[in-house]
């Protein structure tokens, strides 16, 4: 006598949920495989290539203006030039969106200036000079008592800024844009015989960069 099985419609349905399950964990595995390898090969390539930051220094800056008109509306005029370095072996940088300006004791006295974008290669050095003004700039009141504070104690302190954008380059591959921003200190001789104009600093400074 034969005898006949059927299986039942709840059997067959625990074995389509194992068969489904088992996909799903090969997919999630392959996924994380892959992924995994991915991140390995970026981690390795940032070992290799370990991009520095550019550096700045300051080599010269010139006030050749800064005057009160009424109690707190300045007119300045100042200019300076930077030296720009890529210290990287194989790493190019593009700048963009560059601007500069001047403050003093936290105050923006001076207009913002915009730089021209531009290339550099590997490490390749560039001088960057860009004049900076400013006409009737609201500042505060007490801007005037701290100017005449600094000629009393002979020296005034500017802080001369570049902000912008870059990327980085590695072969025919460019990354995304990263915000950089750059404060070079100038100190300049202001004392009550220091020439009226232009107020000079001829020395070499190193500036902070963040990236």
């Known amino acids: 006598m034969s005898q006949v099985f059927s299986k039942s419609p709840e059997h067959c349905a625990k ?3 194992l068969t489904i399950d088992k996909s799903y964990k090969k997919l999630f595995f392959a996924f994380s495989s892959f992924f995994s390898i ?3 090969f970026i981690f390795l390539i940032w070992l290799t290539l370990h991009p520095a930051k550019p550096q700045f220094s300051l ?3 010139d006030i050749y203006q800064l005057s009160l008109s009424g109690t707190h509306l300045l007119n300045s005029s100042i200019q300076f030039t930077m030296l720009s370095r890529n210290p ?3 790493i190019g940088i593009y700048y963009d969106e560059l601007q500069a300006f001047a403050a003093y004791k936290g105050q923006q006295i001076t207009f913002d ?3 021209p974008p531009f290339y550099q290669g590997h490490e390749e050095s560039n001088l960057l000079t860009t004049s900076l003004q400013g006409t009737g700039l ?3 009141l007490s801007f ?3 100017v005449e504070h600094d000629q009393t104690a002979g020296r005034i302190v500017l802080n001369l800024k570049v902000n912008g954008k870059l990327r980085w380059k590695v072969g025919t591959w460019v990354s995304g844009r990263y915000r ?3 404060n070079c200190v100038s100190v300049m001789s202001f004392g009550p015989n220091a020439p009226t104009a232009p107020l000079s600093s001829n020395q070499a400074a190193q500036c902070s960069t963040a990236v």
Do not use: D, T
Request: proline letters at 4%; charged letters at 20%; glycine letters at 12%.
């Open 180 to 182: 950089f921003n750059v």
């Open 59 to 61: 080599r010269e800056a």
């Open 113 to 115: 200036s915009f730089l």
């Open 144 to 146: 005037g008592y701290e």
């Open 38 to 40: 991915v991140l390995a």
């Open 138 to 140: 609201p500042v505060a």
């Open 88 to 90: 990287n072996k194989k």
């Open 15 to 17: 074995q389509g949920g």
